[in-house]
């Protein structure tokens, strides 16, 4: 087989798999109806109003619910600004 | 048209047995390249299925939460708001929200006590996350001791643990009664976390915003928009500082990959010479530097882009685990829905494919258009 066929062969290969990512995408989707329509739910009944991403601090847990003037609090949207909260650590673990 | 095609079957073969002649440095190339397109699409595909699932599921949140603030920080409100604001037009529902946070000292994690609007749990049970379950590591029927704010034990029944599927709105979620809750944490009476409004008419919530913070100074409306905002900020902030981060990795893939492209060794020169000399015109030389710029540019932006949907929706994108789980001992696990815009793998495609393939032309016009016999001689 000349290398060309096989460098064809390599990308149509590579190609196919793209084409079956983008249609296993738009599958996942409709797949992932169910279990959307499940949390959609827990979110109407419950009335959440954030995401659970980082459980760290108040700000980050519910950040859309944060206090005003520190990191993302300014209003609802705002990002941190302030220099020394890329200077302050956090607080050591306690103890277990 | 079969003369043509055969044409570009030969060059390709010259153009693969000259960068396999060149192994080492070429499949170097290559691991880097997808490396790059791969930490690239991993984080536009990352960062574009978060915000979807944020802004589908967020749909469903209260149209509007006013808190109370007291010193600049927010503040149990008082129910009496409630009746107030209920009685403004435009308003539907106003619902007293009963939730705070828990620091569990012994696992060191956070959670979060909710008291659902309509009564599911039975003084004395709760329903839990998730990770709270695997956390506690409690099932079902078991018994959980929390301590109370004058740091009395209370005993409750875990009656249900939501599906792993649910972490991303309930993973560290724990559900429990008004009374328990009260029991918790000793919440003056009459007194809630915040209200959850309702509005029958959407284009009314900034109207109505107005006038409950003239009824009430104190008082501050987030409204729905404004959450699905702090998502999109959050993201964009976090897929920001990530680009920021990846644009000096992708910038010195640039230097590597223009001072290879552009600096022609003493080899590809006396090469170009050849053919050169042998009967090759100058755009059979350019099309054998493009057909060799296609091969390393697509194989990388191929592999990557299959290789970063793999790793963000087959294996929860577990190399940014580290990064977004901060110093959280409850991370929420969850499986990403699949989803991928097309406009994003366009943008890669542009950015990443003819950048390099443009660059490995120009030196090479620039040798095929020299004198062969000077060029073999340099």
């Known amino acids: 087989m000349r290398k060309s066929d096989l460098f064809f062969l390599f990308t149509a290969c590579n190609g196919v798999l793209f084409a079956l990512m983008l249609l296993h995408g738009h599958h996942g989707q409709a797949a992932a109806h169910v279990e959307r329509r499940e949390r959609a739910r827990l979110v109407r009944e419950l009335m959440l109003t954030d995401l659970c991403l980082f459980t760290e601090a108040r700000y980050t847990r519910h950040p859309a619910m944060a206090d005003l003037h520190s990191a993302f609090q300014d209003h609802p949207f705002s990002l941190e600004h302030f220099p020394s909260g890329s200077l302050l650590s956090p607080p050591p673990l306690p103890a277990r | 048209m079969n003369t043509s095609l055969n044409r570009h079957r030969n060059i390709i073969d010259f153009a693969l047995s000259s960068l396999l002649r060149r192994k080492m440095k070429n499949f170097s190339l290559l691991a880097l390249y997808t490396l790059i397109v791969f930490v690239i699409a991993s984080l536009l595909f990352f960062v574009h299925a978060l915000k979807r699932e ?17 010193a600049g920080r927010h503040d149990l409100i ?61 099932s079902e029927g078991d018994m959980v001791a929390f301590r109370t704010a004058a740091h009395v034990p209370l005993l409750l029944t875990v009656k249900g643990i939501y599906p792993a599927a649910s972490n991303l709105v309930a993973a560290d979620l724990i559900i429990m009664s008004a009374e328990d809750f009260q029991a918790m944490f000793d919440l ?76 022609l060794s003493a080899e590809e020169r006396r090469e170009i010479g050849i053919l050169k000399s ?66 994003h793998l366009a943008v890669l495609f542009f950015l990443t494919v003819l950048p390099y393939t443009t660059a490995t032309i120009v030196p090479a016009w620039l040798a095929a258009t020299a004198d062969p016999d000077a060029a073999m001689r340099s």
């Open chain 2, 54 to 70: 944020a802004t589908l599921l967020l749909a469903d949140a209260p149209d509007m939460v006013v808190q109370r603030l007291m």
């Open chain 2, 78 to 138: 008082p129910v009496a708001y409630a009746e107030k604001i209920r009685s403004l037009p435009g308003v539907s529902t106003v619902t007293p929200r009963l939730w705070g946070y828990y620091y569990d000292p012994v696992f060191g994690a956070n959670y979060t006590l909710t008291v659902p609007p309509k009564p599911t749990v039975e003084p004395g049970n709760i329903l839990v996350g998730a990770e709270v379950s695997r956390n506690q590591r409690v």
């Open chain 2, 188 to 263: 003056p009476k009459a007194h809630a976390t915040d209200l959850a409004v309702t509005v029958a008419n959407p284009r009314e919530l900034a109207t109505v915003a107005t006038k409950i913070v003239e009824a009430f100074p104190d008082a501050r409306p987030i409204l729905k928009s404004e959450m699905l905002r702090t998502y999109d900020s959050i993201f964009d902030w976090r897929g920001g500082m990530m680009v920021v981060i990846l644009s000096a990795a992708v910038l010195s893939f640039v230097i590597f990959a223009w001072d290879k492209a552009t600096g």
């Open chain 2, 278 to 343: 042998i009967g090759w015109e100058t755009a059979d030389v350019l099309y054998l530097k493009l057909w060799e710029g296609i091969v390393i540019s697509l194989s990388a932006f191929l592999l990557g882009g299959l290789l970063a949907y793999g790793h963000v929706f087959f294996f929860s994108a577990s190399l940014f685990e580290h990064a977004l789980k901060g110093w959280a001992v409850l991370y929420p696990r969850f499986k990403l829905v699949p989803t991928v815009d097309s406009y």
